[in-house]
């Protein structure tokens, strides 16, 4: 099968898009036929070595998927030959990834596509969004009529934080880096979009919750508390998942006295029953038109290189210039 992988850790000139053999489904894994996969951040850092991870060479790049089942492992009973399915999830802990033709995926980690959601939505929609949803439904518990600020609404993570707290019936602040892309956030239903290189943000967030904001998600690599703390609400709660060398101040008293409580966490260690349900509520939300994934661009296989340069300058080097997934069909 054609695949893109790498054979030793180092950039994005490492991956070689080449045969590997076709992998075969053992115990409960199945072998899916992908028609699209999606790059995430964290792809980059692995590729790059940038984050200990147990990796076997050579290595398929890649954690979120959609496709169609095309084997089935002997102990898999509930998912059959021709079931379209998505997931996420892979190219780590030891797993191969996706940027292939063919993937051999445990059943725990897919979920059913409905049908009338292309692969290309489905597979944009996969580390982000139960990102999101366990950072805001399991950790956070936002509730309907809460105000959450999101820091970052413009990109992969914030727009599904965006569009889930709307889901749950929150009122939605967030930022983004241009007028365009403050505008973008609107359409995903965000209630104010600050634009963060143009505006007083912490300002900004006082005068429009004057009471705190219940849920602060911090999607920047480099969070800054004593900006954020101020600005959270009494028992408000704060979500953590970017930035592993990140040392920032922290202002301790103001956060306890308030009764307030932080969250950390990373998706690919939560439990298959726990990314399964909130890919249920993904499925349901996407159905209903409560949840579109941003597609920036779609490349072929082939292009898996510049994909990863483009995510890394976007993400690492804040170049601004993506405005939503990058998606890759094999
Ligand atoms: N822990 C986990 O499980 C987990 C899961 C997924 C991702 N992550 C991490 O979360 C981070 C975000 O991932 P992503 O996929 O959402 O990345 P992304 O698509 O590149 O989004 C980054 C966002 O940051 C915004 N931004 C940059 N500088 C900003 C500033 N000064 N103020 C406010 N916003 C700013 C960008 O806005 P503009 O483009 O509008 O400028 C963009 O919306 C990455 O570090 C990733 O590794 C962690």
């Given at each position: 099968m054609k695949a893109a992988y790498i054979?030793?850790?180092?950039?994005?000139?490492?991956i070689t898009v080449g045969d590997l053999p076709t992998p075969q489904p053992t115990g409960s894994q199945v072998l899916v036929s992908v028609r699209a996969a999606a790059l995430n951040p964290v792809d980059t850092y692995i590729r790059a070595g940038a984050i200990p991870m147990n990796i076997p060479l050579p290595f398929v790049v890649g954690c979120d998927l959609a496709g169609t089942v095309e084997q089935v492992g002997r102990?898999?009973?509930?998912l059959k030959v021709g079931d379209r399915v998505w997931g996420s999830n892979?190219?780590?802990?030891g797993r191969q990834g996706t940027f292939a033709e063919y993937a051999a995926v445990d059943a725990c980690w897919l979920y059913p596509t409905p049908a009338q959601i292309s692969d290309e939505t489905a597979a944009a929609c996969a580390l982000v969004g139960i990102t999101a949803h366990l950072g805001l439904?399991?950790?956070?518990?936002l509730k309907s009529g809460e105000t959450l600020f999101v820091n970052?609404?413009?990109g992969g993570v914030g727009s599904m934080v965006v569009q889930i707290a709307k889901a749950v019936g929150a009122q939605v602040i967030t930022t983004a880096g241009s007028k365009e892309k403050a505008a973008l956030c609107r359409e995903l239903g965000a209630d104010h979009a600050i634009e963060y290189k143009a505006e007083d943000v912490a300002a900004r967030v006082q005068e429009i919750a004057p009471n705190g904001v219940d849920v602060w998600w911090e999607t920047l690599r480099e969070p800054n508390f004593e900006v954020a703390v101020p600005l959270l609400a009494p028992r408000g709660r704060f979500v953590l998942m970017a930035g592993r060398d990140a040392r920032p101040a922290f202002p301790v008293g103001p956060f306890y006295v308030k009764g307030c409580q932080l969250y950390g966490f990373a998706?690919?260690?939560?439990t298959p029953e726990e990314q399964r349900a909130a890919a249920d509520d993904i499925n349901r939300w996407l159905v209903a038109g409560k949840l579109k994934p941003r597609i920036d661009r779609v490349l072929p296989l082939e292009e898996a290189a510049a994909a990863h340069r483009l995510q890394e300058e976007s993400t690492?080097?804040?170049?601004?210039?993506?405005a939503g997934k990058i998606l890759i069909h094999p």
């Open positions: 054979k030793s850790t180092g950039p994005p000139e490492n102990e898999e009973k509930h892979q190219g780590l802990l439904v399991r950790d956070a518990k970052g609404g413009s998706m690919f260690n939560a690492v080097g804040k170049s601004g210039l993506l």
